[in-house]
């Protein structure tokens, strides 16, 4: 048996990083490490030959401003150290790679392949037409490829239920009920445009477990959604202001919040319009009502709250129920990361077990039982929660912990014959056509061309076909 | 707010190229569709300007820095190419060119407007004389400022404690 020597990175050889998942994580992450070190290389992978991830996919398409940190991902993008391979799948039992065949050709890998899934209620009912999830609904407005065969019953129903109090939440919410002339202006697609264009949605409901001191909306959303044309706000003012006054000293010890709360309790001015928005809390879904497979409506179980203080506020059921008519069920109570087989996965937190962004051994393993060149970022690093800022500070943590591995000479992954090949290669002898990221400009640029013509300023293209399309030679 | 995007390339990227052997780097290539960032205000070059800003890094180092009327700080930053992240480019919609500013200078400043605390909000280490670098406008009340930007990375180990949240 050979002896295996562990690979670091010496003036004349690179370091070597594969990373799985293009989206701001594991760009943030490059940006910090090519920055700072110099004799890097990096491959970026991305299983759709698009990059950028929920930058492209979650962000609202009314909030285009947000998108701008592309800009900062083509820079990066722009250093001749960094390769980005997209239409790569890795980890799956369809994938054309491995973390096995990843381990044989880099000296370190980095996973920032997020949360793709989202969380169940486990509620009878759950599939029913008209229920799904916030994520499948962004999605599908988004023109991301395996939701745009969403269906729901836009023009069935003046009701929506979203379950959840979080932006993701107010996002939808938002978009079912903007002006249909104001969505003409954004990338949302051609085909949620159209489909939204037929709705009757003039109520939605935001519904959350607990109180309003819990909920996870933050106050630009909150203002935004109070600022809708013809938009009516309904709460019960009296009991938020009640919470609000139970809790007034710890709130006015956190800004945010103090805001927060401050905008909730003065509301929406010369508050009037046909459609409604309704903040409805102490409801917990215990099962969707359908008549024959079709949404007709919600039960919930009624809640109080106990406790003191407001952040360890528990939801208690009290065994009073309450059934609301509506035609839409959009469940938004989280995204969830799957597990990569050759990859440590705590199955209870939906995250893979690290210590600063260096994986573990397992969700048990100590502190500094880690393995060598296994690291993470973003959501797959600390759950699925928290705006762009927060994953950039964490990316640049994960950076942090690989710079100083690379200082200290700390094990990689152990050396292997291929180390120096390519990868690209054994990528197409297995017959997958990678994109790279001037591929992904020509992409970028028909997309950009269409929408023009239209008005927009981008028409997505909204499967994969259709993409590599572009790229074919004529 | 929009600005014309050029393309900026550095030097030291065609060093680690050239040391690369196995990794066949290809031309300079520029992927930014829209132009690049004047650095400031168009016709501004480094060094122009009546007003001095002092800069001090996450690492403690001070730049002093000339500016002109209507500078940003986030304009600044690039023109003397300090770091400073702007992940929406300066439209409200991020809190990353957050910056710390001396009392006295910052009681001089008009309040944010809602959009920016809402903003300000999400900041790391938020305190009470903090801004965001692409709102504040320089002018001859602010001249002399020094403004701190804060790290980006919570530091978890150094002290082994979290930031105190607002």
Redesign the interface.
Same mark, same amino acid.
Request: charged share 40%; proline share 6%; no cysteine.
């Given at each position: 048996m050979l002896k295996r020597t562990f690979a670091t990175a010496t #003036? +004349?050889r690179?370091f070597r990083l594969a990373v799985v998942g293009s989206g701001p994580a594991g760009f943030y992450t490059c940006h910090r490490l090519l920055k700072e070190h110099?004799? %890097?290389?990096i491959d970026m992978f991305d299983a759709l030959p698009v990059p950028h991830g929920l930058v492209r996919y979650g962000v609202a398409p009314d909030?285009p401003?947000?998108k701008?940190?592309m @800009? @900062?991902f083509?820079?990066v993008? !722009?250093?001749?150290?960094f390769r980005f391979i997209g239409n790569v799948s890795v980890g799956t039992p369809t994938s054309v790679l491995q973390v096995a065949d990843l381990k044989a050709h880099y000296d370190a890998l980095l996973f920032t392949y997020g949360a793709s899934e989202d969380r169940h209620l486990g509620i009878p009912n759950e599939d029913a037409y008209g229920s799904t999830s916030a994520r499948t609904f962004v999605g599908w407005y988004n023109g991301l490829p395996r939701d745009q065969d969403l269906q729901l019953p836009l023009q069935d129903t003046d009701t929506a239920v979203v379950i959840g109090q979080g932006n993701v939440a107010l996002d939808v919410a938002r978009i079912l009920l903007t002006p249909i002339d104001d969505l003409r202006k954004t990338d949302i697609t051609e085909a949620a445009l159209e489909a939204l264009s037929k709705s009757k949605i003039k109520n939605v409901h935001v519904v959350g477990r607990r109180g309003p001191l819990q909920a996870s909306f %933050? @106050?630009?959303e909150l #203002?935004e959604q109070l600022s809708l044309p013809n938009v009516r706000f309904e709460a019960d003012q009296q009991w938020i202001q009640q919470q609000i006054a139970a809790h007034e000293d710890a709130i006015n010890?956190? #800004?945010?919040l103090k #805001?927060?709360m401050g905008l909730l309790a003065k509301g929406r001015k010369d508050n009037t319009g046909d459609k409604s928005w309704h903040l409805k809390f102490l409801r917990s879904p215990v099962e969707i009502l359908a008549d024959n497979g079709n949404v007709s409506g919600i039960r919930y179980e009624m809640n109080e709250l106990q406790g003191e203080s407001f952040d360890k506020q528990r939801a208690v059921g009290t065994g009073q129920f309450e059934d609301q008519a509506c035609g839409l069920v959009l469940r938004s109570i989280g995204y969830k990361s799957m597990p990569m087989p050759g990859v440590p996965f705590d199955a209870k937190r939906g995250l893979v077990p690290n210590a =600063?962004g260096k994986i573990l051994q397992s969700p048990d393993a100590a502190q500094d039982d880690t393995l060598p060149g296994m690291y993470t970022a973003g959501w797959l690093k600390r759950g699925p929660t928290g705006?762009?800022?927060?994953t950039? +500070?964490d990316a =640049?943590?994960t950076a942090?912990t690989i710079l100083t591995d690379l200082k200290n000479e700390s094990p990689m992954l152990p050396d292997d014959p291929q180390r +120096?090949d390519d990868i690209v290669p054994l990528i197409q002898q297995r017959g997958v056509q990678p994109v790279s =990221?001037?591929d992904w400009?020509k992409i !970028?640029?028909a997309e950009?061309a269409h929408g023009v013509s239209i008005g927009k300023p981008r028409e997505k293209f909204t499967s994969v076909p259709d993409m590599l399309h572009v790229l074919q030679p004529n | 707010m929009t600005l014309l995007r050029l393309v900026q390339h550095h030097a030291p990227v065609f060093k680690a190229a050239a040391r690369n052997n196995s990794y066949k780097p290809s031309m300079m290539r520029s992927f930014s569709t829209f132009g690049a960032l004047l650095h400031g205000k168009p016709g501004v070059a480094k060094g122009d300007g009546p007003y001095t800003v002092h800069f001090v890094t996450p690492e403690g180092e001070t730049i002093d820095v000339k500016a002109t009327e209507g500078d940003t700080m986030l304009d600044l930053a690039q023109r003397y190419d300090i770091d400073l992240e702007c992940a929406c480019e300066g439209s409200l919609a991020c809190s990353t060119c957050h910056v710390i500013c001396d009392e006295d200078y910052y009681e001089k400043m008009e309040e944010p407007s809602d959009e920016e605390n809402d903003m300000l909000d999400l900041a790391f280490g938020l305190t009470d004389t903090s801004r965001l670098g692409c709102q504040i406008e320089m002018c001859k009340d602010l001249d002399g400022i020094t403004v701190r930007i804060p790290s980006a990375t919570r530091n978890l180990r150094v002290d082994g404690s979290k930031p105190v949240h607002h």
């Open positions: #003036r +004349s690179p110099d004799n %890097t290389q909030h401003e947000v701008n940190v @800009t @900062t083509d820079k993008a !722009e250093d001749p150290r %933050t @106050t630009k #203002r010890k956190q #800004r945010p #805001r927060l =600063y705006v762009i800022v927060s950039m +500070s =640049y943590d942090d +120096s =990221y001037r400009k !970028e640029a950009f | -």
